[in-house]
């Protein structure tokens, strides 16, 4: 089980979560301005989430979007590990990010910050945001406690998770990070729920998968100011595999 939020500027063009035209495999969002994705799925089980490692630091522009790091798995072949372990060579090339990679054996953190890195997930319950795995960051905090919650009530209805994400609360200033962007912008990022005119939470995300391959996306989608502007639900019976 995964939730998420994309935070991103409203401005960037962005496709709601369907099977991609391109490759009618996939199934997640898709960024329509580099057609990389943030989050998504393949129909044999495979799926990524990306995010970015906040550093102050100019982007090179030449740099390859990270985006890609998720599609460049979905459209081929490689399992998880493989994937990972092919991409080391090449880390460098992109700015600094969060990788997830899950198949049908497990799933996989990578970063590239401070330099590469790749660890197996145990299993459990963990977090990232744009920092390193399991970083205690207030909203990550406060969010692996709600999942908890969630897993031992046993619940299977995913409004708990949703509400967990939609979550506006903000960290008290002491236990803001110090990520180099001044105290300002630490205390706007630090919800779980970002709102405002130019940047938030774009979209919130809940995919499930159970023992018997069978997937659930769902998607829920904001505008400006957290207006909400639609939700996609799909039901993915994930190929068999020998």
């Not at 970083?135 to 009530?153: E, H, I």
């Not at 159970?210 to 957290?226: K, M, V, Y």
Request: with cysteine; aromatic share 10%; charged share 20%.
């Amino acid at each position: 089980m995964l939730a998420a939020n994309r935070d991103e500027f409203h401005a960037r063009p962005t496709a709601p979560a369907s099977y991609w035209d391109d490759s009618p495999q996939i199934f997640g969002g898709r960024d329509l301005q580099q057609h990389g994705s943030w989050l998504a799925l393949a129909r044999d089980g495979r799926w990524a989430a990306v995010t970015n490692v906040r550093r102050m630091v100019l982007p090179d522009p030449s740099a390859p979007s990270r985006g890609e790091l998720a599609s460049v798995y979905l459209r081929g072949t490689l399992g998880a590990r493989a994937y990972g372990e092919a991409l080391a060579a090449r880390a460098g090339r992109y700015a600094g990010f969060n990788l997830l990679l899950g198949d049908r054996d497990g799933v996989w953190y990578l970063s590239n910050q401070p330099e590469f890195r790749m660890q197996a997930l145990t299993p459990g319950r963990h977090a990232v945001s744009n920092a390193a795995l399991d970083t205690p960051w207030p909203k990550l905090v406060r969010l692996k406690s709600r999942l908890g919650q969630w897993c031992a009530d046993g619940d299977t209805d995913t409004a708990g998770l949703f509400a967990a994400l939609a979550d506006p609360h903000l960290a008290p200033d002491a236990d803001l990070p110090d990520t180099g962007v001044g105290l300002e912008h630490e205390r706007f990022l630090s919800p779980a729920f970002i709102s405002s005119a130019d940047y938030g939470t774009r979209c919130s995300t809940v995919l499930t998968i159970d023992a018997g391959g069978h997937a659930t996306f769902h998607e829920r989608r904001f505008g400006p100011q957290a207006a909400f502007l639609g939700e996609t639900v799909e039901y993915l019976a994930l190929a068999s595999t020998s």
